[in-house]
Each structure stands twice: as structure tokens, then as C-alpha cells.
């Protein structure tokens, strides 16, 4: 069956991912009628793939990288339909996603709604500590107006993003959705939907390296957008401070040895691309 449905899907550097990604949107249940790729500027092989594999996807590529924010507007502007899903490069879909966020999203006064996202790779423990600490979802029951709804796996209404001036853009890695469901809160009365019977699944497998950039750039950009500065420096080290005594404390009472060394790991990692970061601006 097939609906008035686009799904648009921001990349970049994504050729590990991007075929299982797109394969996924292909086999739900319901079918959109169009599907977007956004290519965010990639250097790898992402666009070559889509290319040969899919005739029927449309491409857009920008010129240079701009970020998550104006990759979202981008999409979403460029869709023919007023129901336009997204999912991130790196997530696949249960065939039924789409179908259990329907009923939700044609529901009165709903403009968005979210899906519940899982680790896919946990034999890696990498992995695992980032699905401990650092979870896409909002849990095993539907949530009315959840504090926000995580932009790797969500539908809305068109005409409600052009409501709120779409996305922030600004946000060039993470933040741009928690930044977007404000907006819809503060300036709207609709409402946002999580259903966790929409599933879908994190291809991401990180190494140490890759995590702590992945954890530093939620916290560091992800909230607020403040230049660098000794005062942020301060702040955001004693916050991970906090963080990592509480994770050492939870992995001794679960003798997770692994789970320290990580913890430790992220920490050490963190202060330092901060520190390079406030340097870097001087």
C-alpha cells in the first residue's frame, strides 16, 4: 500500500550505512511516495551508492557541508507531501514503523511523532556504554508530549514546521531537535506523540575515539549554542566530572570493569577536545 508520504534522509559519509537505510523505507509496510537524500557535501562513496542502487530516490547535493539543522529544513522543503518522515543515515527501520506512527500523526491536533530507537551492535561493548548513557528513546510506553522527540526517527506535518520556521540551523550536528520540539511547545498548541511500537535500529558501531567525539559534540554544542570560552570550559568539566563519578559508581556496584575503563576514557577525551576547542578561539 502505498501513501502521500515523503521521507527524507540527511547524510554525510554514510557508505557504511546508507543502502540498509534506504532498503528500509523500501520494505514498510505502507510506502512512501517519495524518498530524499540529502548529501550534506559526503567524500566518500554515500551518493554513488544511492545512485546505482536506487532509481527512484531523489538527491539533493549541496555544495558545501552545512549542518543537521539545514539539512532538515532542506528536506522537509523539498518534499511534495504535507507528511514528511525522517530518519538519520545510520538507522534502519522495522517494517512496521510507519505504520504504527500513522494513526498518531493523523490524529487531531498531533504535528510530530517519534519512534523508539535501539542499539543494533551491541556486541560491542563501546556500543552497549553508549545504549547505557546515552539511549534515543523514551522507553516501552507511549508518551504524550515527551520533553522531546529525537530526530533520528520521526514524522510530522508540513505545515506545522513552516508554523515554527523549521529547524534552527545553527544546530550543525545535534540539538536541532530538542531545539525544534521547543518551538513547537512555546508557539504552538499541538501536539508530539512517541510511540514505541514504531521500532527501528542504530547502526552506529564506535570506537573509543569515535564515541567521545560523539558524546563531546552532544554537550558542547547540543544545548545551547555559547562560543568557546574558559568560563564554558569550567562549567562543562565539572559537569563531566559529575557524569563520570556517578557512571564509576554504578560500574563498581555492577562489577563492570569494562564500563570504568570507557567511562574513564570519555572523560580524559572530553576535557581535551574542549580544551582544544577553547584554544582553537582564542
Not at 14 to 30: G, L, V, W
Not at 60 to 68: A, F, R, V, W
Not at 180 to 186: E, L, M
Not at 190 to 208: G, M, R, T, V, W
Request: aromatic share 12%.
Amino acid at each position: 500500500m502505498k501513501k502521500n508520504i515523503s521521507f527524507y534522509v540527511p547524510a554525510y559519509n554514510a557508505e557504511k550505512t546508507i543502502k540498509d537505510s534506504i532498503t528500509s523505507i523500501q520494505n514498510q509496510s505502507i510506502l512512501p511516495d517519495e524518498i530524499i537524500l540529502i548529501d550534506d557535501c559526503s567524500t566518500d562513496k554515500t551518493v554513488k551508492i544511492v545512485k546505482s542502487e536506487f532509481s527512484n530516490v531523489k538527491i539533493i547535493l549541496n555544495k558545501q557541508n552545512m549542518g543537521l539543522g539545514y539539512n532538515r529544513n532542506l528536506g522537509i522543503k523539498e518534499s511534495k507531501n504535507d507528511i514528511v518522515a525522517a530518519i538519520d543515515a545510520d538507522v534502519i527501520l522495522d517494517k512496521y514503523w510507519l505504520e504504527k506512527l500513522m494513526p498518531e500523526i493523523e490524529k487531531k491536533n498531533v504535528s510530530m511523532c517519534g519512534g523508539k530507537m535501539d542499539e543494533y551492535l551491541l556486541n560491542n561493548k563501546i556500543n552497549l556504554w553508549r545504549a547505557k548513557y546515552y539511549s534515543q528513546n523514551w522507553g516501552n510506553k507511549l508518551v504524550s508530549n515527551p520533553p522531546f522527540l529525537f530526530g533520528c526517527n520521526t514524522i510530522l506535518i508540513k505545515s506545522l514546521w513552516k508554523k515554527v520556521n523549521g529547524y534552527e540551523e545553527k544546530f550543525k550536528t545535534n540539538g536541532e531537535d530538542i531545539n525544534f520540539i521547543q518551538k513547537i511547545k512555546s508557539e504552538t498548541d499541538s501536539q508530539i506523540i512517541y510511540q514505541p511500537e514504531a521500532k527501528c535500529f542504530h547502526l552506529q558501531d564506535d570506537n573509543i575515539e569515535s564515541l567521545s567525539k560523539r558524546v563531546w559534540r552532544y554537550h558542547s554544542f547540543g544545548y545551547k549554542i555559547k562560543e568557546p570560552s574558559f568560563k564554558k570550559f569550567i562549567k562543562l568539566s565539572i559537569k563531566q566530572t559529575r557524569f563520570f563519578l556517578q557512571r564509576l559508581f554504578r560500574s563498581l556496584i555492577e562489577f563492570d570493569l569494562s564500563g570504568i575503563t570507557i567511562s574513564f576514557k570519555v572523560f580524559v577525551n572530553f576535557i581535551k577536545l574542549e580544551y582544544v576547542l577553547l584554544n582553537k578561539n582564542k
